[in-house]
């Protein structure tokens, strides 16, 4: 069986908070400190929005994307006997975690984000030479 390779897809709206802000991505517990945050090792990476202050017409709300690997983290924290999706699925789903921060400094519900989507995939060797992925929800 071919090694999968594991990433995070993440897509918003670019100007959905009305100033930029960041989506932090933890791989288990997130430090209780916001100060701590960025040091944390338990941060996997940053989906990032830098944007103008204000309302912005619907139509020039673009939606961003990012992609976050996974593979080192799995490695190194998980403890899972292999990276296969039967193993990994429900370990991500249990332990992926994030927060939304606004350039101010403020924490908002990941609810209030309501464009956010997040979504896990694999990719085989196969798969990556013909641009295909495996998705899973979370």
Do not use: C
Not at 5 to 23: A, C, D, I, R
Not at 59 to 68: G, L, N, T
Not at 76 to 103: H, M
């Amino acid at each position: 069986m071919s090694r999968l390779e594991w990433s995070v897809h993440v897509v918003s709206k670019e100007h959905e908070l009305g100033q930029s802000y960041t989506v932090l991505f933890f791989l288990g517990a997130v430090p209780e400190s916001i100060e701590d945050w960025r040091s944390s090792d338990s941060l996997l990476g940053l989906h990032v929005s830098h944007t103008r202050t204000g309302d912005v017409p619907e139509e020039h709300d673009h939606q961003i994307e990012s992609f976050i690997p996974l593979q080192r983290a799995l490695k190194r924290k998980s403890g899972l006997p292999a990276l296969t999706s039967d193993l990994v699925v429900p370990y991500l789903r249990n332990s992926l975690r994030w927060r939304v921060q606004k350039s101010d400094g403020d924490v908002v519900d990941n609810a209030k984000l309501t464009s956010l989507k997040v979504v896990i995939f694999s990719m085989s060797d196969e798969q990556k030479q013909k641009g295909e992925k495996t998705e899973y929800s979370l």
